[in-house]
């Protein structure tokens, strides 16, 4: 079995501010995402990438940016933080797209975001 | 963008009781998954069930694909199996797009 580590798990920081969350994983998955869950709310896709260089944007993707280093690693930088945002954002990872039939999604644990 | 409806959104059970979620997609999908998120907040995919029934466990879904619906029945639940239960369709984009959750807490 394979592992997706999260780095921060808790991430806190002040308005205005730019802030970088890492993702790791050992599933040598091509596919890798980056979702945002708002509290009672449903994970809204920030960035994917299908392979090391790439980046695709999601419907949240403004205010975003993201890195896909080398295969493993998956960063989201927060360009600015907003006041009083809190947020959990996820990363996940897919052996291709999730568009064929029984793909699975493997998700790390989050990390919680709060701004000051 | 895609939509995804999920219905409850919540639901309290006694245990041994059974559990019936619903989720309801505005367009295609090559993919549907059921993921649970437990009260700690990671996420597990339970099944992939783009179309007809499958059973794991105490779970069984069942997809409309032209009816655009699923749903995710839980048998004789537990106290164990309190948390969120999140549908996701992929309509052919290679990302999932996830509903709201249904937040279900079986009371002993």
């Known amino acids: 079995g394979g592992i997706i580590t999260q780095t921060p798990k808790f991430l806190i920081g002040q308005e205005g501010q730019k802030l970088t969350l890492k993702c790791q994983q050992n599933?040598?998955?091509?596919?890798m995402y980056w979702y945002r869950q708002d509290s009672g709310k449903g994970l809204r896709l920030i960035y994917y990438s299908i392979t090391e260089n790439d980046l695709q944007k999601g419907d949240l993707s403004e205010g975003y940016d993201a890195s896909r280093e080398k295969k493993s690693s998956f960063s989201l930088t927060v360009t600015s933080a907003q006041k009083n945002e809190m947020a959990v954002f996820l990363c996940?990872?897919?052996?291709?797209?999730?568009?064929?039939?029984?793909?699975?999604?493997?998700f790390g644990h989050g990390t919680k975001l709060s701004v000051l | 963008g895609q939509q995804v409806q999920q219905s409850p959104a919540s639901l309290v059970l006694q245990e041994g009781e059974n559990a019936e979620l619903q989720c309801n997609f505005s367009s295609t999908a090559t993919q549907l998954q059921w993921f649970y998120q437990s009260p700690g907040g990671s996420l597990v995919s339970l099944l992939s069930?783009?179309?007809g029934t499958k059973h794991t466990g105490r779970l069984t879904s069942t997809t409309v694909t032209k009816e655009r619906r699923s749903s995710l029945h839980i048998s004789s639940s537990q106290t164990t199996d309190s948390g969120t239960y999140l549908c996701a369709i992929d309509p052919n984009y290679n990302v999932l797009y996830f509903g709201s959750g249904t937040k279900l807490t079986v009371e002993p």
């Open positions: 599933f040598n998955h091509d596919t």
């Open positions: 069930n783009p179309s």
């Open positions: 996940a990872s897919s052996i291709g797209g999730t568009g064929s039939s029984n793909e699975r999604l493997f």
